[in-house]
Nanobody, 118 residues
Framework: QVQLVESGGGLVQPGGSLRLSCAAS????????MGWYRQAPGKQRELVAT???????NYAEPVKGRFTISRDNAKNTVHLQMNSLKPEDTALYFC????????????WGQGTQVTVSE
């Protein structure tokens, strides 16, 4: 069973930056897609960004041009660099990983809080 552990959340002022990181418990396990989702209070969980093993990325419209997703396949880690943060980016951010093997699996981290406020 792969476990995902996030780090890097916190409190930041509007316009500031944060870098989230997520590490999978098994570095030798080929996770096909890794990504980040977020959930604000009273709202549904939504996609932030995803990245495939070959580096193809996908971003939600609200974060395009401000957030950058990257991954290290050898270490099974994924990062989210968040710049020009806005109060509406405040949410619990979850790491996600998809495995497209014979038995497809979806993995979630426990979440890390990002708060953008004065």
């Amino acid at each position: 069973q792969v476990q995902l552990v996030e780090s890097g959340g916190g409190l930041v002022q509007p316009g500031g930056s944060l870098r989230l990181s997520c590490a999978a418990s098994e570095s030798g396990f080929n996770l096909d897609v890794m990504g980040w989702y977020r959930q604000a209070p009273g709202k549904q969980r939504e996609l932030v960004a995803t990245i495939t093993r070959v580096g193809n990325t996908n971003y939600a419209e609200p974060v395009k041009g401000r957030f950058t997703i990257s991954r290290d396949n050898a270490k099974n880690t994924v990062h989210l660099q968040m710049n020009s943060l806005k109060p509406e980016d405040t949410a619990l951010y979850f790491c996600n990983a998809l495995y497209f093997g014979v038995v497809p699996r979806t993995y979630w981290g426990q979440g890390t809080q990002v708060t953008v406020s004065e």
